[in-house]
């Protein structure tokens, strides 16, 4: 990594996502730890759409229960706590004339609400599975040299950036699958910071836009390959950058595959991780030095 000057490892990550893509999407997972959704007194796995309508509800314990349920086991749900609906089909008998039996089944969708164990009290909720982490140094010193950085916290078992805040939410460390995920997760989510209006004001972050418009697929673009650039300089790469490509490949498939939006992701994903790095490369011809060297130029500067 000493030899390898910083716009070399943007290309070399490059040409790695490129090839990936090439051979078609790989499946892409949330890489921090989440059990399937199940109910807490049956340990009965949820089907259907359920797992979705569940897992999105951001709680990290997989265990849900009804109201009734609840109750029957000594709990209460917290006041201002709102439950969530899963959706069931059940047969009902209409009259049918044409049938030997002068009925007939009909199926209906119905639901019922459940509340997540977190939503809960007086119910001892189980331990998740959960890991040692152990912090990577370089990737350590990256995120707290950054300059302007904004609050950082792992206050919920969800990955995102508020800008209204200037917040970073992160799951806590020891909940990802492995120590690389994390930092690539994190990285992901300062290089959105970048966009701040404050820092780069990029548009794709300052415009209001929808879930999946354009302009969101190409900021989750910028995101991960500034992830993916900042994961390089830590010599993490290899071990999340199939991960990366993934999630890459799933929003550059909202832009109809339309691979020029990539280097212009990789345009901006540059000047992110730069900002990042806090080093102006553009005044500051310091390309070809170690990320300790890039550090220590960074924190003289900031004194």
């Not at 609400?113 to 890991?131: A, K, S």
């Not at 992160?170 to 995920?181: H, I, K, R, T, V």
């Not at 930092?183 to 910071?193: C, D, G, I």
């Amino acid at each position: 990594m000493a030899n390898v000057s910083r716009k070399n490892i943007y290309e070399i990550i490059n040409e790695r996502i490129f090839e990936l893509l090439e051979k078609g999407q790989i499946p892409w997972q949330k890489p921090w730890i989440s059990g399937e959704p199940a109910n807490f007194v049956s340990k009965r796995p949820y089907r259907g759409i359920n797992p979705f309508i569940l897992i999105s509800s951001g709680y990290s314990c997989p265990y849900w229960l009804s109201f009734k349920q609840v109750k029957g086991i000594g709990g209460r749900i917290k006041k201002g706590e709102k439950g969530f609906p899963v959706v069931f089909w059940k047969l009902v008998e209409k009259a049918d004339q044409d049938s030997e039996s002068g009925k007939r089944a009909v199926p209906f969708l119905r639901y019922y609400t459940v509340y997540n164990l977190e939503q809960t009290e007086g119910i001892i909720i189980p331990e998740l599975p959960q890991r040692n982490f152990m912090p990577i140094a370089k990737a350590e010193k990256i995120i707290h040299h950054m300059p302007r950085a904004p609050t950082i916290k792992h206050k919920e078992p969800q990955a995102y950036y508020l800008p209204s805040q200037d917040l970073v939410n992160m799951p806590n460390a020891n909940l990802f699958s492995s120590d690389e995920e994390y930092y690539s997760t994190l990285f992901h989510e300062l290089t959105h910071a970048t966009g701040h209006v404050s820092r780069l004001n990029r548009d794709e972050l300052t415009k209001v836009t929808m879930y999946k418009s354009h302009d969101y697929s190409k900021e989750e673009l910028v995101a991960e390959m500034g992830s993916a650039f900042l994961c390089g300089q830590c010599g993490i790469t290899p071990k999340v950058i199939e991960n990366q490509a993934a999630y890459i490949k799933s929003w550059l498939t909202q832009l109809q595959n339309n691979r020029k939006w990539l280097v212009y992701a990789a345009a901006q994903a540059q000047k992110a991780a730069d900002f990042i790095l806090g080093i102006d490369f553009e005044n500051d011809q310091t390309d070809a030095q170690p990320l300790d060297t890039i550090l220590n130029h960074n924190k003289s500067h900031l004194n």
